[in-house]
């Protein structure tokens, strides 16, 4: 179904979100406390990304609260330069995530985002459909789960997106997700839509694999790493890209 884009533009900010989702989406749900008050705070976690997870009325949801990372953070913590409304993390991320959802692609469907402006700056929200019963490739790397089959898939999922010429920004075990029936991709902040083309997808790949190895993917050696993981998943991504 596609997306019916909307915009609610307020003194301090805007929202951007699916009306097809949800026909009104007001400030309140970009606040963890406001979803607490109502019983609809499943889960929140720290960190760089602010995460929640959320009941609401479109269903159960991850809001994200943008964070820089890095040396920069401790300069500008949750700030970005306002440089207008088309460029803020949240409205491109959401609009790309928009494009994947239009290309049939497994990614984590955009419900709402928004800014809101503090002078020469912004902060920003985003909120997606929550992936259920999900694990990260990273945790299944940690319970063993991770074998050349699943690394099989993992290398097509990357294909599939590769080949639409969609650039993941920090391809990581993290940002995949892996469920009984399906692999996602998820977390396309500063993300794109590029002109296919080799150097970029194998840098992508290679952030991946420096991932793996420093997960612990690696551990009985690289040449068993290679073996029984990295070649599987370069084969399926290969056969995949030209498909």
Partial sequence: MAMQERIREGATGAILFDAEVSPQVEDDWFEPEAWRERG???????????????DTPAGECVLRHYRRGGMVARLMGDRYLWKGADLTRSFKEFRLLGRIAALGLP???????????????????????????????????????????MAEL??????????????????????????????????????????PADSWQQANLLRLRRSLV??????????????????????????????
């Fill in 107 to 149: 990614g984590a469907p955009p419900v709402a985002c928004r800014y809101r402006r503090h002078g020469m700056f912004y902060t920003a929200d985003l909120i997606t459909r929550r992936i259920a019963n999900a694990q990260t490739l990273a945790e299944c790397l940690a319970s063993g789960r991770l074998d050349g089959e």
């Fill in 40 to 54: 609809g705070l499943r889960q929140q976690s720290g960190g760089r990304g602010g995460v929640a997870i959320i």
């Fill in 154 to 195: 993992v290398g097509a999922l990357v294909a599939r997106f590769h080949r639409a010429g969609i650039w993941h920004a920090d391809l990581n075990a993290h940002n995949i997700l892996v469920t009984d029936d399906e692999l996602y991709l998820i977390d396309f902040d500063r993300g794109r839509q590029r002109e």
């Fill in 214 to 243: 420093k997960l612990g993917a690696a551990a009985q050696g690289e040449p068993a790493f290679e073996e029984t993981l990295w070649k599987p998943l370069v084969y399926r991504y290969e056969r995949t890209l030209r498909a």
